[in-house]
């Protein structure tokens, strides 16, 4: 039987018990928190009756844009992928970047449990993730109501997904529910990257596997242009294994593209 999207949240409050109230809403059990369950995800940034958070960074303000989103798989980002990898950088393609997501996370040998597409953006990767183990349970989150939206449409079809809003400074969810996370180009947006490997490691069952993919610094003159234009922050790689290390994860393995790079490591 499939696991059950109110069995893995928690509330981001207080860590809490999540139960649903009634068609439209969920609470917590401890603290009374409510969120919506509308428009086909369950919004746990936004506050039932509370004004909704405004996004963070420039970055994420894009995010929000319909314009921005209807072309986001299509072409925004594929163009900031090369814009970042530096122009001329092979930069591979969504079918090239989730065989190295499914090889890692060994999609081929699990088929149940829990998996977690974390900043699920407008959910291409959540559809191909869902597709692979069709009897497991695959959630995608992001902070982004516009992507959620997009990821919706993106997943038709698809029983096995469920879509959540957060936010990945205080994931909702319980510790160690999920089999796998996937975090394709987003670790740029965090402001705290340190502060999700250590969020993502509460989350991962152990011997569960986290692989994400984001930019490297360089010296290419259009990335240092993005960065001042978007806010993004690029991923020293001399310093990665050992920021992963302390959050307490091993087996750190690496593949470049350019200056793009696709990394995942393992919870013990």
Not at 53 to 68: H, R
Not at 124 to 138: E, I, S
Not at 239 to 251: I, Q
């Amino acid at each position: 039987m499939p696991v059950q999207l109110l069995d893995l949240l928690a509330c981001p409050a207080c860590a809490g018990t999540i139960e649903r109230t009634s068609a439209l809403e969920i609470a917590c059990t401890s603290c009374g928190r409510t969120s919506t369950a509308t428009e086909g995800f369950i919004d746990m940034i936004q506050e039932a009756g509370k004004p909704d958070p405004a996004a963070p960074t420039t970055a994420q303000k894009l995010m929000e844009s319909k314009a921005f989103v209807r072309l986001y798989e299509v072409a925004m980002r594929p163009f900031f992928a090369r814009l970042f990898a530096g122009f001329g950088s092979h930069v591979p393609s969504y079918a090239e970047e989730f065989q190295v997501y499914n090889d890692w996370l060994k999609l081929d040998e699990e088929r149940t449990g829990a998996w977690l597409d974390l900043s699920c953006g407008a959910g291409y990767f959540t559809d191909r993730l869902a597709g692979a183990v069709p009897n497991a349970t695959v959630v995608g989150l992001d902070i982004s109501v516009a992507m959620l939206k997009k990821a919706l449409h993106e997943t038709v079809g698809r029983p096995n997904v469920e879509l959540v809003r957060g936010d990945v400074r205080g994931l909702p969810f319980r510790d160690e529910v999920f089999d796998g996370v996937s975090n394709p180009g987003s670790l740029h947006l965090y402001a705290d990257p340190q502060s999700a490997y250590r969020e993502v490691f509460r989350l991962l069952k152990p011997g569960g596997v986290y692989t994400a993919s984001t930019f490297a610094l360089n010296d290419y003159p259009t990335s240092k242009l993005g960065v001042k234009l978007t806010g993004i922050r690029r991923t020293d790689l001399s310093t990665l294994p050992e920021e992963l290390e302390k959050a307490g994860f091993v087996n750190y393995r690496l593949v470049k593209f350019g200056s793009a790079f696709v990394f995942a490591v393992t919870k013990p």
